[in-house]
Antibody, heavy 116, light 109 residues
Framework: EVQLLESGGALVQPGGSLRLSCAAS????????MAWVRQAPGKGLEWVST????????YYADSVKGRFTISRDNSKNTLFLQMNSLRAEDTAFYYC?????????WGQGTLVTVSS | QSALTQPRSVSGSPGQSVTISCTGT?????????VSWYQQHPGKAPTLLIY???ERSSGVPDRFSGSKSGNTASLTISGLQAEDEADYYC?????????FGSGTKVDVL
């Protein structure tokens, strides 16, 4: 059974940094691209970033480019999202997901709140 | 990277059919058939319903169907049931980026 478990969400001040993790199990992690999708409270879904299975290519939404970095550790079946220069508008639930032509599987999400 | 356009809400009585539209631009869809639909109940993570315009994800009832014409994709729920009351999002895979729709709340009257 595919399982994705996010962690690392917290309350952080504007301009601060945070690192999210997503522990994956139930599939061959290194064979799949992985992605982060976020959802501000009461708002819609927004794709954030994707990384290839071997980690050699990364893609970002314009809203986070230059501030967020996606990475992965295939030896530990873990996906990461390093978030720097955080803004109030980054407040959201952050989900990790397996992307193909669609997002086949989703984690339960972790909440990031950016506020002073 | 603007969101695809969906109606804010649609409603129907149990047993009826409702259709949710999802409109984008040429660059959003680009002639590709990589449109997916997601259901999200309050406080829960989204789940995949439809991928590649019309393919149902495993375990999804055949009451849910997808289609696409030009730059508008659609999700139809036939035989509406109480448990279908949720938010629904479309999504287009644009090669290196994904674009979600603005979301539609389905109310079962």
């Amino acid at each position: 059974e595919v399982q994705l478990l996010e962690s690392g969400g917290a309350l952080v001040q504007p301009g601060g940094s945070l690192r999210l993790s997503c522990a994956a199990s139930g599939f061959t992690f290194s064979s799949y691209a992985m992605a982060w999708v976020r959802q501000a409270p009461g708002k819609g879904l927004e794709w954030v970033s994707t990384i290839t299975g071997v980690g050699d290519k990364t893609y970002y939404a314009d809203s986070v480019k230059g501030r967020f970095t996606i990475s992965r550790d295939n030896s530990k079946n873990t996906l990461f999202l390093q978030m720097n220069s955080l803004r109030a508008e980054d407040t959201a639930f952050y989900y990790c997901a397996i992307p193909t032509s669609a997002f086949d599987y989703w984690g339960q999400g972790t909440l990031v709140t950016v506020s002073s | 990277q603007s969101a695809l356009t969906q109606p804010r809400s649609v409603s129907g009585s149990p047993g009826q059919s409702v259709t949710i539209s999802c409109t984008g631009t040429d660059s959003d869809f680009g002639g590709r058939n990589f449109v997916s639909w997601y259901q999200q109940h309050p406080g829960k993570a989204p789940t995949l319903l439809i991928y590649d315009v019309r393919e149902r994800s495993s375990g999804v009832p055949d009451r849910f169907s997808g289609s696409k014409s030009g730059n508008t994709a659609s999700l139809t729920i036939s035989g509406l049931q109480a448990e279908d009351e949720a938010d629904y999002y479309c999504c287009s895979y644009a090669g290196r980026h994904y674009v979600f729709g603005s979301g539609t709340k389905v109310d079962v009257l």
